[in-house]
């Protein structure tokens, strides 16, 4: 599969871009176990053009974590064009648009999947930022509004003809959010359209790659992307199960790449939530005093001297 000029093997799994989430250590690390791409958090196009210091340092991404893609949403024209024009120049493999993020503070003021209220100004931005980079331009979007507006198959087609390079779809409407079930038939009626000649990637409900070896074998898709799953856990895209030594002392690797990479407060913050999520401590009897802790460390050493604890409990 490849997306533009960027070689992304057979069956690719790629990271999806989570808020909070997708920080660049996480990135190089899910990247290190398999991930054939990866992308950032998403990014305010509004706070872009104000340079909102924070959003610029989402901008950073490393060699290592290669190819990768930085994700901009917004709901004005103008500022979406010129996000990406900022973006182009922080040297990403791909930028994708964002039209499918479903909370309200960014879907309730008409960005994310609040463009599925407004298709037209959504493939108008489409249309303008693919003219405004050389860079290959991908988007990311849901099923449609909600059950009754299921609009993706005539809206994949009308966003190849903007021009875009690839095409991701979460199988869910904007109302579901993240609850019931994904559904995969209309993400695998888009590809099977023969107008469709992008690769199309699922998205939705996939939480190990045998769920997405079944999607690939169900659905035709050319690549899936894998979500909530991989929180605290980067070796979700690796088929050789490791040891849970070897697990703690990936999440310490995470711990110490992101204080080194951002600042130990940031780098703490967006690691804490990771260790807080991750199955690796599901097997420690009363964890929620231990989650508890770990969500409100703040220096480096209180945090590894948490995860060296838990190692002790889960070995006894």
């Known amino acids: 599969m490849k997306i533009g000029n960027i070689e992304l093997g057979e069956r690719p799994v790629f990271l999806a871009p989570m808020e909070d989430v997708t920080d660049i250590g996480f990135r190089m690390l899910c990247k290190r176990f398999g991930a054939a791409m990866v992308y950032t958090e998403f990014v305010s196009a509004e706070a872009l053009v104000r340079d909102v210091k924070s959003t610029i340092q989402k901008l950073t991404i490393a060699d290592e974590e290669r190819p990768v893609g930085i994700q901009i949403y917004g709901r004005d024209v103008e500022a979406m064009v010129e996000a ?157 199960e490791l040891t849970l030594d070897e697990k703690i002392d990936v999440l310490e690797e995470q711990l110490r790449i992101n204080v080194e990479r951002i600042d130990e407060y940031r780098g703490i913050l967006h690691t804490r939530r990771h260790l807080a999520a991750s199955p690796v401590f599901k097997g420690i009897p009363d964890f929620r005093q231990t989650r508890i802790a770990m969500l409100r460390a703040e220096k480096v050493e209180e945090l590894l001297r948490i995860l060296e604890e838990c190692r002790e409990r889960l070995k006894n």
């Open 84 to 240: 990406a024009k900022i973006v182009e120049q922080a040297g990403p493999d791909v930028i994708d648009l964002n039209f499918g993020c479903p909370v309200k503070k960014v879907a309730g003021k008409g960005a994310g999947a609040g463009m599925l209220q407004n298709i037209p100004k959504m493939l108008e931005i489409t249309r303008k930022v693919v003219d405004a980079v050389k860079l290959p331009v991908t988007a990311k979007t849901r099923l449609g509004w909600n059950a009754e507006q299921l609009v993706i198959t005539d809206l994949a087609e009308q966003l190849q003809d903007c021009g875009i390079q690839a095409l991701t779809i979460h199988g869910r409407t904007r109302a579901q959010m993240y609850t019931g079930n994904a559904d995969w038939t209309l993400i695998g009626e888009v590809k099977r359209n023969p107008r469709i000649h992008i690769p199309i990637i699922g998205n939705g409900d996939i939480k190990s790659l045998e769920d997405a070896d079944r999607a690939f074998d169900t659905y035709g898709v050319d690549a899936v992307m894998i979500g909530r799953a991989t929180f605290g856990c980067p070796w979700i895209f690796s088929r050789k």
